[in-house]
C-alpha cells in the first residue's frame, strides 16, 4: 500500500519519539509519572491531571479489534479498495487508528474484538507506521 | 441562562436549495440573509450581532454591509449554528447587542467559491488517522457504529430503517431532494460506501444555505411572524479524532449538550412534541435517542424499525427528511434548527399537529462537538 501519494505523517516535537519508535520496531505509549495515566497521541503532559512529569514506554503491541469500517469509496491516495479502517485498543488502555494486515478486509474475517498484535510497515526512510495483524495462536 | 427570553423572529432558507451552479458560497450566505431579513421585516441596518462559521464574520458582514457591535465565529463543524444561538441568547441577555444574524450557506455540490478543507500532515489527525486511509466524512463518521451495534444488539435492518422513514417525512416535502419512497431492502442493496453503511445511509450534497434572527423575547411579539422562543441550550466538544473518543457505545458531546438544554427548559422528554437530530449518517439518530436520554440505547434501532419516528408516530423526527433525503450541503445543522422553526410557527410542509415544544440536536466534525436547542411556541 505504500505507493506515493498515500498521507504521510509530519512528525512535530512533541510526537517525535512516537514516529523513531515506530522506525526503530517499537511501539511508544506515554506514562504519567504522577498518576500513571497511560495516553495517547503523543504529549508532553498528562491529559488526565496535567502533571508535566511523564515517561515514555515501549508497549507490548498487543490489542483488540474495537472497531472499523471497510471503505469502499471514495478511496484515499494510495489505497486500493476495499480496505479496513479499524480503531485498535491496546492492552495498556489507550486505542489508535491503524490497518490490519494479513487478513481478508471482509466483515466475515474482521471479528470485533480480534486478537491483534503490531506490525510495522514501512512508508520511506523517514516514516514507518504501526499496522496491526492478527494475534498468533 | 434564563428560557424564552430570547426568540427568533426571522428564519430563512437560501432561495433555492440542491443544485445551485448560478452563485458562490458567499452569496448564498448573503441570499440566505436576506430572505431571513425579509421574513423579520427588518432592514440590514437593524442587524448589530453576527455569527457564522467557516465562513469569517468579517467576510460576510463586510459583503452584505451589516456594522455588528458583537460577533461569534464559533466553528466546530455542522452544530455551529445551534452553538451560535446559544451564544447569541445570552449575548442578547447580557445587553451586548439586540439583534442577531446568523448564516450558514455552503456551495457542497457545486464547488463555487467553497474555502478548502485539508488536514496538515503535522496535525494529529494528519499523523494519526490520514496515514490510515480516511478519506472524507463516509469513511471516519461510521467507524463507531459497529461497535455500537455489538454492545446493543442494533442490526443492520433497524438502521437501514432511519432512512426509510426519513424518506417518508421528505415525501411530504416540496424541497427535499429525495422524495420517492424507499424499502429496507433497497437501503441494504444499494451501493457499498463504507462498510456497514450503504449510499441510502449517507447524507446527500448539496448546495445551499439559511439564516436565523434573534432579539429579545420583549421585542419579539412586534414582528410579522410568530415568535419562536429559546426555552433551553446545551453545547460541548470531545475530540477531532474519531478514533480518540472516550467510548463507541455514546457520543461524550451529545451527553453533555443535550442534557444541558433539557435541564435549562425545564422539561422531561414526554414534554418533546416533535425532534430533529443530525443525520450525517443513519447512526446519528440511534446515538443522539440514547444519549438524550429519551430510552435505552438497546432500544433505539426498534423504536425506529417500529415506526415510532414516523408521520404520525408518537415522537416525530426529523420531520423535513434530514441530512439522508431533505439537504445537506456540508454543515446540516442550520437546516435542522430552520425545521425546527418551521415546526413551531406551525408552517412546515409535514406539520406535526399542535406541536409546542421541539428540541434540536446537532452534531459537529465525527461526533467531536454538540449543541442542542430547545424551542417552544409558548411563553
Known sequence: MAEPQRARPKPTPETQHFWDGTKAGELRLQRCDACAHVYFPPRPFCPSCASRKVSIFKASGKGFLYSYVINHRPAAPGFTPPYAIAVVELDEGPRMMSNIIDCPQTPEALELDMKLEVAFQELDDKITLPVFRPAKG | ?379
Request: proline letters at 6%; aromatic letters at 8%; hydrophobic letters at 40%.
Open chain 2, 1 to 379: 441562562m434564563r428560557k424564552n427570553q430570547v426568540a427568533v423572529v426571522g428564519a430563512a432558507e437560501t432561495t433555492e436549495l440542491g443544485v445551485i451552479p448560478n452563485a458562490s458560497q458567499l452569496q448564498l450566505h448573503a441570499d440566505a440573509a436576506l430572505n431571513a431579513i425579509a421574513d423579520a421585516g427588518l432592514k440590514l441596518s437593524d442587524i448589530d450581532g453576527f455569527a457564522t462559521a467557516v465562513e469569517t464574520p468579517q467576510q460576510v458582514c463586510h459583503y452584505l454591509g451589516i456594522k455588528p457591535t458583537w460577533v461569534d465565529g464559533t466553528s466546530v463543524g455542522g452544530c455551529s449554528f445551534m452553538l451560535h444561538v446559544r451564544h447569541a441568547a445570552a449575548a442578547i441577555e447580557a445587553g451586548l447587542c439586540k439583534t442577531v444574524l446568523i448564516t450558514h450557506a455552503e456551495s457542497g455540490k457545486s464547488m463555487i467559491g467553497k474555502l478548502p478543507r485539508s488536514t496538515p500532515a503535522d496535525s494529529l489527525n494528519g499523523q494519526f488517522e490520514a496515514p490510515f486511509g480516511v478519506y472524507g466524512p463516509p469513511s471516519m463518521f461510521p467507524i463507531p457504529v459497529l461497535r455500537f451495534m455489538k454492545t446493543y444488539g442494533i442490526t443492520h435492518e433497524q438502521l437501514a430503517s432511519v432512512a426509510v422513514v426519513q424518506r417518508e417525512w421528505a415525501a411530504k416535502n416540496p424541497r427535499a431532494m429525495m422524495k420517492d419512497p424507499i424499502t429496507v431492502a433497497d437501503v441494504l442493496n444499494s451501493r457499498m460506501i463504507a462498510y456497514p453503511f450503504r449510499l441510502l445511509q449517507c447524507c446527500l450534497v448539496t448546495d445551499g444555505g439559511g439564516a436565523l434572527i434573534l432579539t429579545s423575547a420583549d421585542r419579539a411579539r412586534d414582528f410579522p411572524n410568530k415568535p419562536v422562543y429559546i426555552m433551553g441550550t446545551g453545547e460541548s466538544v470531545e475530540t477531532p479524532m474519531v478514533s480518540q473518543m472516550e467510548t463507541f457505545n455514546s457520543s461524550r458531546a451529545f451527553k453533555t449538550a443535550g442534557p444541558l438544554a433539557f435541564k435549562e427548559a425545564g422539561i422531561a422528554h414526554g414534554d418533546v412534541d416533535h425532534l430533529m437530530i443530525y443525520d450525517a449518517f443513519a447512526h446519528l439518530p440511534l446515538f443522539g435517542l440514547g444519549d438524550l436520554g429519551f430510552m435505552p440505547y438497546e432500544a433505539t434501532g426498534q423504536f425506529i424499525a417500529d415506526g415510532n419516528t414516523r408521520p404520525g408516530g408518537k415522537l416525530p423526527l426529523n420531520t423535513n427528511g434530514g441530512g439522508l433525503s431533505y439537504m445537506h450541503s456540508g454543515m446540516y445543522g442550520m437546516y435542522a434548527l430552520q425545521e425546527s422553526v418551521r415546526q413551531m410557527r406551525g408552517i412546515a410542509p409535514a406539520q406535526v399537529p399542535n406541536a409546542k415544544i421541539s428540541v434540536c440536536h446537532g452534531v459537529g466534525g465525527m461526533f467531536a462537538a454538540s449543541g442542542t436547542i430547545v424551542f417552544t411556541n409558548e411563553r
